[in-house]
């Protein structure tokens, strides 16, 4: 299984990324809304753990172009951001969960 993790916070990624390695699961990883867009529009993943808050955009618009794009991967976001208004706009965008 092919993971993307988007996330800005360098001991949070490095954290999530060793967990899902010793997994098992290749995992690539982008810190921003640039890297992580040139990696959603270049290749293909199995699941996208999606931080909403990156340096240059939201993740919110990362999961609206992976829909618009007709893409299909499951999409977990992952953000300190958990008010009702924030997990509806995501789950409404077409994430898996929240």
């Known amino acids: 299984m092919k993971l993307l993790i988007v996330e800005d916070e360098p001991?949070?990624?490095?954290?999530?990324?060793?967990?899902?390695?010793?997994?098992?699961?290749v995992v690539e990883t982008a810190d921003?809304?640039?890297?992580?867009?040139?990696?959603?529009?270049?290749?293909?993943?199995?699941?996208i753990l999606l931080d909403i808050n990156l340096p240059g955009g939201s993740g919110l618009d990362l999961l609206s172009k992976l829909k618009e794009m007709g893409?299909?991967?499951?999409?977990?976001?992952?953000s300190?951001?958990?008010?009702?208004?924030?997990?509806?706009?995501?789950?409404?965008?077409?994430?898996d969960d929240y």
């Open 11 to 25: 001991s949070l990624l490095e954290l999530i990324e060793r967990a899902m390695l010793s997994a098992g699961y």
């Open 32 to 47: 921003d809304f640039i890297s992580a867009e040139t990696k959603i529009i270049g290749y293909s993943y199995d699941c």
């Open 71 to 78: 893409r299909a991967e499951n999409v977990i976001i992952i």
């Open 80 to 95: 300190a951001r958990d008010s009702v208004d924030d997990r509806v706009a995501g789950l409404e965008l077409g994430a």
